[in-house]
């Protein structure tokens, strides 16, 4: 029987679709004095964990034939109908249920009562009654109780009325992503009011309860019902540290336009006072623009007492079609200690200098240009890198010239600015030529540079000539090779990789002390620097090198999986003649840093594994050996175990420089999950040679259905340098730190958040998803 038309029936879908934008959007309490644990447990209402989603359904075009069924039913004169026991309402997957309906052909309206049922594909809810009034466009269901099916909220409200052209009003409304058998919190209000078309509500006398306890009230609260952005207070963060005391911030959003917004904040230090905060985002078409800026006036614990603190950045993404890209980076700190006294951790906390860069840069197919500026700014040293003012590229790329031949020409301008040291003008030319022979099982690929420079100089000591010129041939051939088989190991298969690569490398010695450093110094070792042309980084010296350089790669392979069980590399480089040029540099005729003539026969034996023990031990490890002088130059070596509960990393790295400078570290850190809701997480960090802890933390995760915590305790080294980069006296070497989240589900995170991920290798954070 086809009773309701499809105007009508519309009414009630939106009705619905608005209840549903609701308990989507506000998280709330419910009163378990009115609960009725009986009709939760029913099997109307879905029993998974309300934590979790089911699987979206995606929406389909709706066929709008509904019927009523029922036990019996009366057409009145008037053409009203009453339907009478197991009413039965149905269109495509909405199904409604009731005692009792009726349907008024003279007042236009529907209405349904007593074991009232709704469901579709996004919401259920039982009420005790139901009201739709179609002249007037208005609507009301009493005493409801509702859960999304799609989603992990569910909650209950004494009505929910619509009226056309009003905002949706619900009264007495709580709200909830906890079963009904366990309640861990709850959000109630007396009144909510929804404008679907705005895409806000307002909530008035909120309260958040937490196991029957209220622990936050707003009297009035904005938030926004769908994927619009709304102007108003977001939810405060807390924290607490050695050196700031109780950190406290409250922000608040401001939603400009469409394509910029912003957000204030005052965050609370008990030890230093007000802080207050700005961050202002700006989206276009080209550019992605993001401003942010702190300000703590009359700090009494700064140096000075009393000192105005403040930090700011400015960072802006560009990009137009598919070849040109930019980017300005733009970092101010008021002091050398803002990073010490205001970082949150071991990285933020020892940051050793402010950025200011700017690049633009255009790439297609065979050119590429890119204009740079960079004005860094070292904290805690006097000595601040070169600024380029600017620095020019131009590359011109010709992959397939002529006859297997490849062209690239490389030309550079930079105006390296300093305010106490010598300052200059490079100019820089490499032309380049390349015969690429590649087949499938290996390639040659021969290849010819000349770096042309030529510099004018400022020197004011007068000790460096003003105008320097420099041509150096580079010539190098690289070659290597690919095989696998089929080997057996103890009855199991394996495919085994070997990969020999021989690289030989000739560049003259040409005099280079006349030229001041700029932005030239020692490439790390490792196996990729076994085949370079160039020992330093930058321009201002062209290593000289006579050298053969060998590296071996074998490699083995589940044929199964393809997963690699085991990787070795090993490779070293073999000087046929000494190497002169260094990082010298005259002065007075003499040269200021005289790091002698390089005798070494060969260079260190460089060896690096990759082993997987088992499917759940990994072992990775790198050793730069020097047999001239018996002693590990640089070695790493890590190993991970890792099962469905337990991740435990062990790490120890050692870098050998000129012995005061020598590092060596171990490192342990682990996440152990004791159940399906609790697990534990910490990681030690450890200077050998010093021996001090550099970063260490201990906490621990609770998860359950609708809400989750996470509390870690951390003390990192955070140690104050004066202008000259010497420890300060009288100050506490290291930070500690307490930090809490608290994350209600469905509704924020309050507290705050820690990057895991970055400290523990491996760690997956399940809290941030």
């Keep these: 029987m086809n009773i309701i038309s499809n105007k009508k029936w519309t009414v009630l879908l939106v009705l619905l679709a608005l209840a549903n934008t609701l308990s989507m959007s506000v998280i709330g309490s419910e009163n378990d004095a009115n609960h009725n644990q009986s009709v939760w447990g029913s099997d109307f209402f879905l029993s998974h964990c309300p934590g979790t989603s089911d699987k979206k359904v995606n929406a389909v075009e709706q066929n709008f034939k509904t019927d009523i069924v029922s036990d019996d039913f009366e057409i009145q004169e008037s053409g009203d109908v009453t339907f009478v026991g197991n009413v039965i309402l149905q269109q495509d997957d909405i199904k409604l249920t009731s005692n009792k309906a009726e349907l008024s052909r003279k007042n236009n309206a529907f209405s349904a009562e007593g074991n009232v049922h709704y469901q579709d594909q996004q919401i259920r809810l039982t009420a005790t009654a139901m009201d739709l009034n179609f002249s007037k466009q208005s609507g009301e269901v009493k005493q409801t109780k509702f859960q999304m099916t799609n989603g992990n909220m569910r909650g209950e409200a004494k009505s929910i009325s619509l009226k056309a052209k009003q905002p949706l009003t619900i009264t007495d409304v709580g709200l909830t992503s906890c079963p009904p058998d366990n309640v861990s919190w709850l959000l109630q209000s007396s009144n909510i009011m929804i404008d679907p078309e705005l895409g806000w509500g307002e909530a008035e006398d909120v309260v958040l309860m937490v196991q029957d306890i209220p622990v936050f009230y707003l009297p009035l609260i904005s938030f926004p019902v769908d994927d619009r952005r709304k102007t108003g207070l977001l939810y405060p963060s807390v924290g607490n540290s050695s050196r700031n005391g109780l950190e406290l911030e409250i922000p608040w959003y401001w939603n400009i336009a469409a394509d910029k917004d912003a957000t204030f904040s005052v965050k609370y230090l008990s030890k230093r006072g007000l802080m207050l905060g700005a961050e202002y985002r700006q989206l276009t078409k080209n550019t992605e623009t993001r401003l942010f800026t702190e300000y703590l006036p009359n700090d009494d614990k700064a140096l000075q007492g009393g000192e105005d603190r403040y930090f700011y950045r400015l960072d802006t993404q560009y990009s137009q079609g598919d070849h040109w890209r930019g980017n300005l980076d733009l970092n101010s700190v008021s002091d050398y200690y803002y990073f010490y006294d205001f970082g949150s951790n071991f990285s933020s906390g020892n940051i050793s200098f402010v950025r200011r860069f700017g690049e633009i840069k255009y790439d297609d197919e065979h050119l590429s240009f890119m204009s740079i500026f960079s004005d860094d700014k070292l904290l805690s040293t006097p000595e601040n890198p ?16 002529a006859a297997g031949i490849s062209t690239n020409l490389h030309m550079e301008a930079t105006a390296f600015r300093h305010d106490s040291a010598v300052e200059a003008e490079r100019f820089m030319a490499i032309p380049e030529f390349s015969m690429p022979l590649q087949w499938q099982s290996g390639y040659i690929k021969p290849q010819l540079k000349l770096n042309y420079s030529h510099y004018s100089q400022d020197d004011p000591t007068n000790n460096l000539p003003d105008s320097v010129s420099r041509t150096v041939p580079i010539f190098s051939i690289d070659s290597a090779m690919f095989f696998d088989r089929l080997v057996k190991f103890d009855k199991q298969s394996f495919i085994q990789s070997l990969e020999p690569r021989l690289f030989y490398l000739y560049v003259p010695k040409k ?22 042309d160039n020992r330093y980084s930058g321009y201002d010296r062209i290593g000289d090198s006579n050298q053969i350089s060998l590296a071996l790669t074998s490699s083995f392979y589940n044929p199964q999986s393809g997963r690699e069980q085991l990787s070795v590399t090993m490779g070293r480089a073999y000087y046929l003649e000494d190497r002169e040029v260094n990082l010298a540099i005259y002065s007075t005729g003499m040269p200021v840093v005289d790091l002698g003539v390089d005798k070494r026969a060969n260079s260190a034996l460089i060896t690096n594994l990759q082993l997987a023990l088992s499917d759940r031990w990994w072992l990775k490890g790198e050793l730069e050996y020097d047999e001239s002088k018996s002693i590990t130059e640089k070695g790493a070596l890590g190993l991970q175990y890792r099962s469905s509960g337990l991740l435990v990393n062990l790490r120890h790295r050692l870098n050998r420089y000129n012995g005061s400078d020598d590092i060596e570290q171990a490192e342990v850190s682990f996440s152990w999950s004791v159940s399906n809701k ?17 970063d260490s933390f201990a906490g621990l995760e609770y998860e359950s259905c609708c809400w989750a915590m996470r509390l870690v305790a951390r003390r990192y080294l955070n140690i104050r340098l004066d202008q000259l980069g010497v420890p300060d006296p009288g100050f506490d070497e290291f930070n500690n730190g307490i930090y809490l989240e608290f994350i209600l589900k469905g509704l924020t995170n309050v507290g705050k958040g820690l990057d895991l991920e970055r400290d523990i290798q491996g760690y997956d954070d399940r809290l941030s998803n």
Excluded: C, H, K, M
């Design 386 to 401: 070169y600024s380029r003012l600017p620095q020019l590229r131009l590359s011109l790329l010709y992959p397939e010239l």
């Design 511 to 532: 005099e280079q002390n006349e030229i001041a450093l700029f932005d030239t110094t020692s490439f790390d070792n490792g196996v990729d620097s076994l085949f370079r």
């Design 678 to 694: 609790l697990a534990f997480i910490g990681r030690w960090q450890q200077d050998v040679r010093n021996n001090r802890t550099i």
